[in-house]
């Protein structure tokens, strides 16, 4: 497959541009196995968060990975849609368990239909991911994907115990962001290699990269959740600190805190005694400790990861994209 001529900046609209036939494929595939002919709202419901403009970034490691190692075959297209189904039931879950009202910039589908069907269109997307899974006819292929599976609901129900916690440490924020986040992106370039037949050094060096690469995304994630602009990051600014979600940048700042900083991060983090000026005052707290700076570092440490980790791999134009990738994800804060 050739390079376009004008390609975009970005490293992922540059992947986009490159795997835009099987991504192609892949949406085709996607709205294909959405449909129910029972159940309206399912399309609906799936329709309303698929198509509201996502990167993509997932199913498009799968196949950056599986292109990357010389692989011809159909079920990459399979395996990249079976990942983005899995992604989107865990958003449909996580809105409602958050109470969101807004996802990418749009009304959550929870408020948009009600939390039922947000719960129950998800679990159809699981189930249908499950099924996608089985075609390719890998049981490694199985157990990998599954594994993710069962890993990322995992982190969720670990995140609802340490998320207002003062306990909460670093070492549990990466348990976390391993688990409900970093464990798809590294199943999705770990099946990449599988399914194009790559040795073990090659599977291991893609599993390295995703699980650096999503680590990083997440601390970034978090970290624009103070710095972002709500316009961009399609959330409000300071959501997590409303939610009391003890994140990166506030676990630092907690680990920093006098006893009377700690009394605020006790009322308004574990009490949820949350007053006008409290946010404006957390952020004072976290420049007076400089967390958010030191959040950052470790976001590029791990962007870093990633980047060894594909470093002893052939040289390849998907490869140089995802190096850039890697780099971008941090670019996104200053």
Not at 56 to 85: I, K
Not at 268 to 287: C, N, S
Request: hydrophobic share 45%.
């Amino acid at each position: 497959m050739l390079m376009k001529n004008a390609a975009p900046a970005k490293p992922h609209d540059r992947l986009a541009d490159y795997l835009e036939d099987d991504m192609a494929e892949v949406g085709q595939l996607i709205r294909a196995r959405m449909a129910s002919e029972h159940a309206p709202r399912i399309p609906e419901v799936t329709a309303h968060l698929v198509e509201a403009g996502g990167k993509r970034l997932r199913p498009m490691l799968v196949l950056a990975a599986a292109r990357m190692c010389g692989y011809d075959g159909p079920y990459h297209v399979h395996l990249a849609a079976t990942v983005e189904f899995i992604h989107t039931a865990t958003l449909l879950h996580d809105d409602v368990v958050d109470e969101s009202q807004q996802r990418r910039g749009r009304p959550t589908a929870n408020l948009l239909w009600d939390n039922q069907s947000s719960v129950l269109v998800g679990d159809y997307l699981f189930a249908r991911s499950f099924q996608l899974m089985t075609e390719p006819g890998s049981m490694r292929v199985m157990k990998i994907l599954s594994n993710a599976a069962a890993t990322i609901a995992e982190g969720e129900v670990l995140q609802l115990t340490a998320a207002q916690n003062l306990k909460t440490d670093e070492s549990i924020y990466l348990q976390v962001v391993r688990g409900k986040t970093a464990a798809l992106f590294s199943a999705a370039t770990e099946v990449g290699g599988v399914i194009a037949g790559a040795d073990d050094a090659t599977v291991q060096a893609l599993f390295d990269y995703g699980d650096a690469l999503g680590i990083a995304f997440q601390i970034v994630d978090d970290l624009l959740d103070y710095q972002g602009q709500a316009d961009t990051i399609g959330k409000n600014v300071g959501d997590d600190f409303r939610e009391r979600k003890l994140t990166l940048p506030l676990i630092k700042a907690v680990a920093k805190a006098d006893a009377e900083e700690r009394a605020f991060w006790e009322r308004t983090i574990e009490k949820g005694r949350q007053e006008e000026g409290d946010l404006d005052h957390a952020m004072a707290l976290m420049g007076k400790h400089g967390t958010l700076e030191a959040t950052r570092e470790d976001a590029l440490a791990w962007a870093a990861k990633a980047n060894a980790a594909l470093a002893p791999l052939p040289d390849h134009d998907l490869k140089a994209m995802l190096l850039d990738l890697s780099d971008y994800v941090v670019s996104r804060v200053s």
